[in-house]
């Protein structure tokens, strides 16, 4: 159950994740995210971190 939990962080957007929000600019995100993994052929956007890791890396790329 907690590989589900990392799955859908995975493809949050940063400020979904920091605020809890969600609005049209979050959808167009997760949608971008499905897009790579599709023309990835299923790659992994964040392979080999952990969910912490995700968080933290994702929330750093609205403050900078």
Known sequence: ???I???L???CAPESLKRRQFSHASDVWMFGVTMWELFSY???PWVGLNGSEVIVLSLSAIES
């Open 1 to 3: 159950s907690s590989s």
């Open 5 to 7: 939990y990392l799955y």
């Open 9 to 11: 962080y995975t493809r």
């Open 42 to 44: 299923g790659e992994e």
